[in-house]
């Protein structure tokens, strides 16, 4: 099968699909490839800031999400064993964050966009190649849906495929992994009744263990793992990893004693960071975790991710009005947002690196 299309739109995830969607409210010819059925994204980064709350109201988007389901978080508490040594309540707003499932958004935005007739979305379709001229410009992909090779020719090829980009990889883009120390195992249990949105950060042995309450009366527990230990705790009882939640929670026994059985009831997140060389080169460009892997501290990577599609959509929107899909011109959006992103970056070992002083007042110096 061969189609074609002005952007060809490489993973939809949230970068992606909002992309996807603002490019598509210009006019412009769109396609999104995106290898998953769109429903399996169990343990992603969901919770929004306020600037992304802003880019989804101002494309009246906000109120889509919120009909298939949202929650504002009230309040952000530190603890010790059973003392809360911190709390964050909302000044002037209503809330300290949203908490938005990635389906959710993703199909709140891709049903938007689909009222679009220059919009097309593929899903459980895998891109595996690119295709270059002989000047060596992008101006294309290989993809593969059940079996079935597809061409896609377009002006444009945008990667938003996460953090082990296959266009990042395919275009000969290197790039630079650091790790942090930890990785992250998640888990989920339902909430009780009077559970209050909210974030809540225990310091157990030096690691943080943070629960987040979740839309639909959930709780996401991610606990902080000396990197590359999950191996070997695996093999370990889990009772005593356990105990430092019960300790802070004990309204939780019963649940976590019905929801966390085995250590196959968690998954878990190789945490890294990571700078793509380049953002851009001719008629490609890479975009969201594909250029920038964050972790999840502070909890930024799909408001990064948002924040990349919203400046770039009116960049890709000039440069296909002046028919120019240059490196030069691409180069446009990673001018406009690198800095942000690696000092958000920087943000994110500072916090973790402090993650204990939030206690100081109960473990000393
Ligand atoms: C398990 C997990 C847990 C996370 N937890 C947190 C968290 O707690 N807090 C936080 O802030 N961030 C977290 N993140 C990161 C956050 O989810 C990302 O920063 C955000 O989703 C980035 O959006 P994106 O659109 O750039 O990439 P992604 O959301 O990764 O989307 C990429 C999309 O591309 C598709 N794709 C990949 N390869 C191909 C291909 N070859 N062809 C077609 N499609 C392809 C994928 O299926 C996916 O849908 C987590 C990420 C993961 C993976």
């Not at 306020?50 to 298939?68: Q, S, V």
């Not at 389906?103 to 009222?115: G, I, T, Y």
């Not at 240059?326 to 800095?339: G, N, Q």
């Not at 204990?356 to 007042?361: R, S, V």
């Amino acid at each position: 099968m061969n189609l074609q299309t002005d952007v060809c739109i490489v993973g939809g995830g949230p970068a992606g699909a909002l992309l996807g969607y603002l490019l598509a409210k210009k006019g412009i010819a769109t396609l999104v490839v995106e290898r998953t059925s769109g429903n399996e994204r169990e343990f992603r980064g969901e919770h929004i800031n306020a600037e992304t709350e802003a880019i989804l109201k101002e494309h009246h988007l906000f109120g889509k999400i919120e009909a298939l389901g949202l929650l504002k978080m009230k309040k952000v508490e530190y603890l010790y064993g059973r003392n809360i040594v911190k709390s964050i309540t909302p000044t002037g707003e209503d809330h300290v964050g949203i908490h938005i499932p990635q389906p959710h958004f993703l199909r709140a935005v891709s049903n938007e966009a689909a009222q679009f007739p220059n919009y097309q979305l593929l899903l459980n379709t895998t891109v595996t190649g690119l295709v270059q001229d002989e000047k060596g410009h992008y101006t294309g992909v290989k993809a593969k849906q059940n079996g079935q090779e597809i061409n896609i020719s377009s002006s444009i090829v945008v990667g938003t495929d996460g953090r082990y980009s296959t266009v990042r990889k395919l275009a000969g883009i290197s790039t630079m992994e650091e790790t942090h120390g930890y990785d992250v195992l998640w888990a989920k249990i339902p909430a009780p009744a009077d559970w209050e949105p909210s974030t809540k950060m225990v310091f157990v042995n030096g690691h943080q263990l943070a629960l987040f309450t979740q839309t639909g009366g959930m709780i996401q527990i991610g606990w902080n793992i000396e990197e590359g230990t999950f191996a070997s705790l695996r093999k370990q009882p889990l009772e005593p990893f356990l105990e430092p939640l019960l300790t802070s929670f004990p309204e939780l026994e019963s649940t976590v004693r019905e929801h966390i059985q085995t250590w196959k009831n968690f998954v878990c997140l190789k945490v890294f960071s990571s700078k793509a060389e380049t953002w851009a080169k001719d008629g490609l460009v890479i975009l969201g975790d594909a250029a920038h892997t964050m972790t999840p501290t502070a909890a930024i990577g799909i408001n990064c991710a948002i924040k990349d599609a919203y400046v770039l959509a009116p960049i890709l929107e000039q440069a296909l009005l002046d028919s120019d899909f240059s490196e030069t011109r691409l180069k446009e959006f990673e001018i406009a947002r690198r800095a942000e992103i690696e000092q958000q970056q920087e943000m994110q070992f500072e916090k973790e690196e402090s993650f204990k002083d939030n206690f100081l007042e109960v473990i000393g110096r």
